[in-house]
């Protein structure tokens, strides 16, 4: 089965599509003991794709790993400057590489799919996919009214307007606890939000991803989907 070169690498665990788009164009990829630049370029599994010195093949066994990330932990897979991973985090409860669909930044808790579903990452991680996401947020200080109701009519940041889908403050919490729904991907959006309206954000927490929720999951550990989530995340998810 014919594929595109940056699909192949993903579907061999080695990072999200769009990552391997990039390792493409920066030279890290050969084919058939030559560099190959071009990710639209298709190969089979008979072609010979190596990166970083090993031989990739597309991974049969498909792991789906629900981690409640903590703070102070980093959402890739390596960091220079030797900072807790979330990687180091469950690389023990899996025997397979997985990699983190998104990102949430180092500060921010809660909900982080792991995968080595090169297909499923992408098709979660893309803008069109609108997946729904809900966090809890808490403020430095009481959100007035007025602030609630600019972010709910959507607030324009340097890179375009930030549209929520719901903004509310939470039931029998104080009013600096404010809860907040949408589908954007934009880079640490809801932080931005805040900070434009002269809050600092406390704490951050995804309670919410893609159809799952923390139910039964202690800030720091990790479980294997079942087969009716991964069932949903592939099928019912636009």
Request: proline fraction near 3%.
């Amino acid at each position: 089965m014919k594929m595109r070169l940056n699909k192949y690498i993903a579907h061999a665990g080695v990072c999200s599509r769009r990552r391997a788009g990039e390792l493409v164009k920066e030279g890290q990829i050969s084919v058939n003991g030559k560099v190959e630049k071009n990710p639209a370029i298709e190969v089979t599994e008979e072609d010979e794709v190596v990166y970083q010195g090993k031989r990739l093949r597309v991974v049969k066994n498909k792991v789906y790993l629900l981690l409640n990330k903590p703070k102070n932990v980093i959402t890739t897979m390596h960091d220079e400057r030797g900072r807790k991973t979330v990687w180091d985090i469950v690389q023990n409860k899996v025997k397979v590489k997985i990699n983190p669909v998104g990102r949430l930044d180092r500060n921010t808790t809660g909900l982080l799919l792991m995968t080595n579903d090169g297909d499923l990452a992408y098709k979660l991680s893309h803008p069109s996919s609108s997946v729904k996401k809900i966090y809890q947020v808490v403020l430095d200080r009481p959100l007035s009214e007025k602030d609630l109701e600019k972010i709910d009519k959507g607030v324009m940041l340097e890179d375009g307007k930030a549209v929520v889908d719901v903004v509310t403050y939470i039931q029998e919490l104080p009013p600096n606890h404010i809860g907040i729904q949408l589908h954007s991907g934009k880079n640490r959006i809801i932080r931005r939000i805040f900070e434009h309206l002269n809050y600092t954000v406390e704490a951050l927490d995804r309670v919410y991803f893609a159809g799952l929720t923390k139910k039964d999951l202690p800030r720091g550990w990790s479980r294997k989907l079942k087969n009716k989530e991964i069932i949903m995340l592939k099928h019912f998810i636009k």
